[in-house]
């Protein structure tokens, strides 16, 4: 077994002109045999993270050693075949194919491996059974339920028993059954496996052998005020991810919501002209706490927080946010 070490890891890539580092400077190690959770909001770059670790985006800089393996230092050829000898992924959309059975998705990667249909065959068989899905084996993907599905995904990525197993929120849309059934077999792959699991699920936090918070770097903050047009229905933000921009409203109406655990909303406010939200998060860098979509057609204007100081003044915006009623993030 091998152990995955990463060193100063950099991502970063231009948006809108600015430079962006969802990954700045990352030191990782996971020994071999254990399961490591990356936990963090959305947009924090759990996923880019998993995307280099497989071998499917190159970093900007730093190190990522697999064993022997010095993924960062592969070309495109080696890249391929590390992807498929050495790396097992399950995606959180499942990516399974829509008109293969669910034993024919599982022998995807041994048909390209060169494996003999036969042979395909009785793997597929062996696995789909261990993760319980032995009477399911010609069923296609439309005719499985999420977790199903997933567990479909997950019987695939270890079909050629690879020794690094990637999980991109693999409890995402399932229920608290569901769930119970694909932490299962996570937790049991780490016994022999490098797993590395993306979640923002606090459900899978006791399997772990170690939890890597991972905290968003934002967008450089000297940028100007970026203009945004919406239309009626479309959403600027939602709850949970991150942002760095703090709006006005130009002009229009917009819902601020709060999604609620049984899946309602609640209405925090309706914002109009001369109205800003998003302060709380973008100054103490806390995900978003409310949905801002548009109730009418509308046009917000977006600072940063260096901006939005400037344009304000720096006690206006203090004494304005300490006497908010509501956390408008």
């Not at 391929?80 to 000898?85: A, D, G, I």
């Not at 979640?199 to 399997?207: S, V």
């Not at 002009?251 to 899946?263: H, M, P």
């Amino acid at each position: 077994m091998s152990d995955l070490r990463v060193k100063d890891l950099v991502v970063e890539y231009s948006s809108g002109g600015y430079a962006v580092r969802p990954i700045d400077g990352l030191d990782l190690e996971v020994e071999a045999g254990s399961l490591a959770i990356l936990l963090g909001p959305s947009g924090c770059g759990k996923t880019t993270l998993l995307s280099c670790l497989g071998g499917i985006l190159r970093p900007t800089a730093g190190r990522i050693e697999f064993g022997d393996i010095e993924v960062t230092a592969l070309d495109r050829r080696e890249l391929s075949s590390y992807r498929r000898n050495t790396v097992g992924i399950v995606f959180q959309a499942f990516n399974l194919v829509p008109s293969l059975t669910a034993i024919e998705n599982v022998s995807v990667p041994m048909w390209a491996a060169g494996m003999s249909r036969a042979a395909a065959r009785q793997r597929a068989e062996e696995l789909l059974s261990r993760v319980g899905l032995a009477d399911r084996l010609r069923h296609r993907p439309g005719d499985l339920s999420g977790g199903q599905q997933q567990r479909v995904a997950v019987a695939r990525a270890i079909a050629l028993d690879p020794p690094l197993v990637l999980a991109d929120e693999p409890t995402a849309h399932l229920d608290f059954i569901q769930v119970e059934e694909v932490l299962r077999i996570i937790r049991e792959l780490a016994d022999d496996h490098v797993v590395v699991v993306a979640t923002h699920d606090t459900r899978i936090l006791p399997l772990a052998d170690r939890v890597v918070e991972l905290v968003p770097h934002l967008a450089s903050t000297d940028r100007p005020p970026e203009t945004v047009s919406l239309t009626a229905g479309s959403v600027l933000f939602e709850q949970g991810t991150m942002g760095d921009l703090i709006y006005i409203v130009s002009d229009g109406e917009l819902e601020i919501v709060r999604e609620l655990a049984n899946g309602g909303e609640e209405l925090l406010k309706i914002a109009t002209a001369g109205d800003y939200f998003g302060e709380i998060g973008t100054l103490f860098g806390m995900p978003r706490s409310a949905t801002v979509r548009a109730r009418t057609d509308a046009t917000v204007i977006g600072y940063t927080v260096q901006a939005f100081r400037e344009r304000l003044g720096a006690t206006g915006v203090h004494d304005a946010i300490e006497h908010r009623p509501l956390d408008l993030d």
